[in-house]
Every structure is written in C-alpha cells, then in structure tokens.
C-alpha cells in the first residue's frame, strides 16, 4: 500500500536521480497508483512533480515540462493508495514544507495527525492537502528552522518520528542537505540498496534490483541515514542500530513482463515454477521440514487447536487449508477472515497454533490477527511470500512460500504456492502428532511432487478460455459453485472475476444453492461449476452432478471444470475445461487455473485492459 522510493547518486551526474527514480517509481506502482510523485533536489533547490492517476500521468508531464527542470543527484518518489483524502494532485506525495526546503514521502497511517494538525496550523501554517502526511514536512522544517535541532537536518527528522503515532515510513529530504535522505519505519517496510558510489531506497526490492543486489534489511522503529557511499541505522532516539544485510537472491526478469503482456499473465504461467519451488527442500530423508521451525516436533504435538488468518485470496488458501489439517491430523481448524479475528475474541492460548498466511507479511489485519494471538500467548506460525517483512518477522516461525516477485494486483502464483505451503504445514503436523504413517505423507509428498506437471498441462486450456470469454459476451453476473474443496476455488474464482472484470460474481457451496441462492439462476446465466474427483469421494461426485442437472433445468449455462475421463458431467456441460487428475485435496491447485484465464479474458471482454492493476486496489493493504 503505497509505493516509496529514495536516491542518492553522484552529483556529477546531473540527470541520474530522475530516471532512477521513475524508473523505481515503475516497478513500485503494483503497491498502489492513485497518484505518482517524484521531488529532486539539489544545492539550495527542491523541483516537485506529482499528478493523480497513474504514473504514466506524471511521467507525461514530466516530458511535457522538460526533464531539464529535474536536474539533481537525489530524489525521493511515491506512488500512493489513497487512505486520507481523494486521490487528486495537491494530496498526492511528495509533500513540500511551508518555507519549500524541506520534502516527505509516506507509507501508511499517521494516527495522531489531527492533533499534530491543530499545532501546525496555531503557528500560522496553512497546509494544503487533506492527507495524515503532510504534517511530516511541515514539523521537519519546524523543527530544523528553530529550537533545539535547528540546523541539524537528521535530529529534526528523527525528533519528528519521536512523535508520531501508527504505521509510516517516511523518508525526508532537505534542500540544506542535498546529498541525504533520512528515513524511517514502523510497521510499515523500507529496505535499503546497496550500490557503487549510489544508495538506494524502496518500499520493496523491485525498486532498486535493477542496480544492485546488495540490501539491508530494517528493524521495527529504525533509521537510516543514506547519504551515496555510506548508510547508517539508529533507533528514533539516534542510538546506532544494526540493519540485517542480505544479497537479493531472484533477478531482474523476476520482476520484469518477459514477453507476456501483463504481470498477471506472465504469473499465471510461473505457478509449476511456483509450485514446485515452495514444495522444494521441506520433504529431506522421509522428513517434512519448516523454513525457519522455531517450534519443536514437541510444540505440535502439544497444539490443541488451529486458526487460520487471512485475507482474500490466502484466506481462500486458508480454507483449503482446513480441508487438509482436519483431514491429516484429525485437529480442529478454524478460518477467520483476518480483520474479523480480534475483535470476535478469540479463544486462545498456549496450546493454539494461529497460521497466518500473507504474500505480502505486510498486510495490517493480518498483522494485527498475529499481534492478538501472540498476545493471548498462541504461537504463530507465517506462511509468507516476502523474506523479513513483518509478520515473519514477528511470528514464532515461518514457513517461506518460493514465487517470487508477485506484482499483478490479483493474485495468481502467490495463491497456488500459499495452498501448497499449507499443505506442508499439515503434513509437518501430521508428522509430528504421528496423524499419518510415514509411507503416507511419503504418498501425499509424491503426489504434491507431480503437481507442477499438471499445471502446465492446465496452461494449454488459455485458448479454449479465451474462446469461451469471447462466445460468453458481455454478461452481468456469474456464479460459481464447488463442494468440499472446490467451494474456496469458487469463491477464489468469484474474487477474481470481481477483481479484474468488475463484474459481480458470488462463489457457493453447490449445496447451498438449493437454500436461496437458485433463484438467482435464469436463462442463460453463466454458472462456473467446479467438479470433485470421480475417484476420489464419490459421494461428492455424484452430488454435484445432480447439483449440475438442477442449474441447467432453470436455464443456467454451465461451464464445468473437472477431471479429463469424467464422463458423468459431460451431458450436462455447456463448456467443459477438463484437468488432469489429481486426488481430491489437491485438486485446487489445479482447478483454480482456468479461473484464472477466464477472469483475466473476460476482464479484456469488458475493456480492462491493465488487469495488473485493477481500480481501487493496492497490492499491499497497509491500514486496517
Ligand atoms: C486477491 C488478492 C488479495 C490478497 C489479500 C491478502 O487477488 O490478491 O485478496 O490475497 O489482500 O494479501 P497478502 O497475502 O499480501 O496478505
């Protein structure tokens, strides 16, 4: 949520900051693109630019005005996800102080900024926009203008981080100190590059991984002072704090299109990659193992109960996840939407294992689901796609989910590889707790092996999707139906199809239907039906096949997933998407895929035509 960036190069380069700093700006846009902005400065001088809209709106004025106008060796950008105040030019960032020396850039909440608003404004200050950020510039400049850091740009900073309430980072920048950023974090992510006679800032590592590798990771309430050949960490008081290097270990076509015409399409197609990286070194001489197990084979045999917390698309992976534990280990498992779960009070304690599942490991419901349980004395264990961001950080151990840059707003691999990751989660309990005999997990490990094969046959199935997008039309509304666990590849299809189509689209249990829903079926409705093993459950089979016959005698066009050989729902299917088979628990991995193509294509039927960033949404939700 929001996208921040920062630079510092050698001044004898006078254009470097703003094409580094755009071009960072780019690859940051997936974390929110109501508005772009970039500041440059230099000696004595500080030039602004910012435009709501996509970033391609501020790099059209940019050219429009001359990049001449931006010369300068340092620079601080931002691509916003508005919470406080509309999406317009003056809201967006960077904000400029009162006297025009000093800028800011801002991730996240400033919870006290009313109050800090009033102070500003009793000393005579008009501010200009209605966001929580701009308070930031303005008490910088305060603070360095008089008083007792006056003339110290860093001790003015850090005296305004000393005041701040709820989750920020904020770099600043002075037109006194043009070679410096000063930037801080709480709650919210900053990572630092590492570059030759060049320092780097970015909300993420997309930012910079097109000039280093080097990084340095940040701890909750520091500091860092870039200047171009040196960094250095403190704490908000200036105590020297030690940040945790690391080498970025994926590349620059990571985080590129490589040929695909959106993020989203290039990520659909990386899920075996996905799949069989997250699945990869945890089964090691007929052992499952975690990532970073800071709980004991003793700890998850002493586990009484499970919550899952997530939101969107990992609570759908954390619904699979239910299916699976409750299965394997015969535990009981509770899902909880991660906004809802505080605040229902929980019961919780020592004997609870709370998985919170997040690509991301920024996401605030999630984050504060973990705070809550860690403070009723559960232990949490993160499934999480991003190395040291904060859930991880703070949860009892981690298990690393192995896709790679995620940067279509939707979300595709991250989701196959969070339902893979869950999975190891129940079979290392299942382990543990002795749920299962060796050669059985052994089994379910070789079965979950073959998976990333299926996948890629599952990708074949982009042109019939396409055709079907294209006979279905314009359509108003979509419904999609599964049992067992084909009920959250329903709702994960429905998110989807929202999320990218702005098409409204319900997800059922096909058994529900019955209860109310079926009324909404009429002539020529489009009902996504996803069809459970025939060799697995047959009960379940046989069920939603009547459940099948029942939509089509109202009229619904049906468009069926199921396993290649089903021959039962063939008489029945409008359209047919066969998969190959799978074994009923891992069928999700495979049937999620072709929801994926169908919302995508029916997304460009409707005219969206950049599914990588679907209106109103941000890649990572950083407020509650
Ligand atoms: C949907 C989607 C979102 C995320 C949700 C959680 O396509 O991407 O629903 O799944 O915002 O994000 P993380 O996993 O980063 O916590």
Not at 342 to 350: A, E, N, T
Not at 546 to 563: D, F, K, L, S
Request: proline content about 5%.
């Amino acid at each position: 949520m929001c996208g921040i960036v920062g630079y510092v190069g050698d001044p004898a380069i006078q254009s470097g900051a703003l094409d580094i700093g755009l071009d960072a700006l780019a690859r940051m846009e997936y974390r929110g693109y109501d508005s772009a902005g970039i500041a440059v400065v230099r000696p004595g001088e500080l030039e602004v630019e910012k435009k709501a809209g996509k970033l391609a709106n501020l790099l059209e004025t940019i050219e429009t005005d001359g990049r001449d106008r931006f010369a300068g060796a340092t620079c601080i950008g931002h691509t916003r996800w508005a919470t406080h105040g509309r999406p317009n030019d003056t809201n967006a960032h960077p904000h400029v102080s009162f006297d025009g020396k000093a800028a800011i850039v801002h991730n996240g909440i400033i919870e006290n900024f009313a109050e800090l608003r009033a102070e500003i404004e009793a000393a005579g200050i008009e501010l200009a926009s209605e966001t929580d950020s701009e308070v930031a510039a303005h008490l910088v400049a305060l603070a360095y203008n008089a008083g007792p850091t006056a003339g110290d740009f860093e001790a003015s900073a850090l005296s305004v981080l000393r005041r701040l309430e709820g989750a920020f980072t904020l770099l600043f920048t002075h037109v006194d100190e043009p070679g410096t950023i000063v930037a801080g974090r709480r709650s919210t992510p900053l990572i630092v590059g590492v570059g030759d006679n060049e320092m780097f800032l970015g909300s993420d590592v997309a930012g910079f991984i097109a000039h280093t590798r080097q990084a340095v990771e940040l701890g909750q309430d520091n500091v860092v002072v870039i200047t171009k050949d040196a960094y250095r960490v403190m704490d908000f008081d200036g105590t020297p704090a030690e940040g945790r290097p690391f080498t970025i270990d994926w590349d620059l076509e990571a985080a590129e299109k490589g040929g695909f015409d959106s993020f989203m399409m290039k990520e659909i197609y990386e899920q075996p990659a996905a799949v069989r990286d997250t699945l990869a070194g945890h089964f090691v001489d007929g052992r499952v193992i975690l990532d970073e197990q800071r709980l004991s084979d003793d700890d998850l045999r002493q586990v009484e109960k499970v919550f899952v917390v997530a939101c969107g698309s990992a609570y759908h992976s954390g619904l699979l996840a239910k299916y699976a534990i409750e299965h394997w280990v015969r535990l009981p498992v509770e899902i909880e939407v991660a906004s809802e779960f505080r605040y229902r009070d929980p019961v919780l304690d020592r004997q609870t294992l709370v998985v919170a599942v997040s690509q991301s490991g920024e996401t605030a419901d999630t984050l504060e689901a973990v705070r809550h349980a860690k403070s009723q004395g559960a232990r949490v264990l993160a499934v999480c796609n991003t190395n040291g961001s904060q859930i991880p950080r703070e949860s009892d151990a981690v298990l690393y989910t192995h896709a790679g840059p995620e940067i279509g707003v939707a979300s595709t691999k991250a989701f196959l590889a969070q339902v893979a990751a869950n999975y190891i989660v129940g079979l290392a309990l299942a382990q543990a707790r002795g749920t299962k005999y060796p050669d059985e997990i052994e089994s379910i490990v070789d079965q979950l092996e073959e998976i990333p094969a299926k996948i890629e046959k599952v990708l074949e199935l982009k042109d019939q999707v396409h055709e079907l997008a294209e006979e279905l039309g314009p359509i108003p509304t979509m419904l999609f139906l599964g049992r067992h666990v084909g009920y959250p590849v329903a709702l994960e299809g429905a998110l989807k199809l929202k999320e990218l189509a702005y098409i409204h689209a319900e997800g059922f249990p096909a058994g529900e239907l019955k209860h109310g829903p079926i009324a909404l079926i009429e002539e020529g409705l489009p009902v996504v039906v996803v069809v459970p093993s025939p060799q697995g459950r047959e009960i379940l089979h046989s069920k939603i096949v009547t459940n099948i016959q029942e939509i089509r005698a109202r009229g619904a066009r049906t468009i069926v997933i199921a396993e290649e050989g089903d021959e039962a729902v063939k008489p029945y299917a409008n359209a047919l998407l066969e998969i190959p088979a799978s074994g009923t628990l891992l069928q999700p991995l495979l049937s999620t895929v072709p929801l994926q193509f169908l919302s995508a294509e029916i997304a460009r039927q409707c005219g969206n035509t950049d599914i990588d960033k679907p209106r109103n949404l941000a890649k990572s939700v950083t407020v509650e």
